[in-house]
């Protein structure tokens, strides 16, 4: 249950940032939303670090 939490809330920054700097942000925000939707397999997914 916590790694689900801890999932959505990284997801929620990628979200964040990929608002506020989209050129930069929005693919990585739309790959974790898909991938906590389940169209990218099972964990562990190759998330990038957003800086």
């Given at each position: 249950?916590?790694?689900?939490?801890?999932?959505?809330?990284v997801?929620?920054?990628?979200?964040?940032?990929?608002?506020?700097?989209?050129?930069?942000?929005?693919?990585?925000?739309?790959?974790?939303?898909?991938?906590?939707?389940?169209?990218?397999?099972?964990?562990?997914?190759?998330?990038?670090?957003?800086?």
């Amino acid at each position: 249950m916590l790694r689900a939490v801890r999932e959505l809330r990284v997801a929620c920054y990628a979200l964040q940032q990929a608002a506020a700097d989209p050129a930069r942000h929005t693919a990585q925000a739309h790959y974790r939303v898909a991938c906590l939707r389940g169209e990218h397999g099972p964990r562990p997914w190759r998330w990038t670090a957003i800086a």
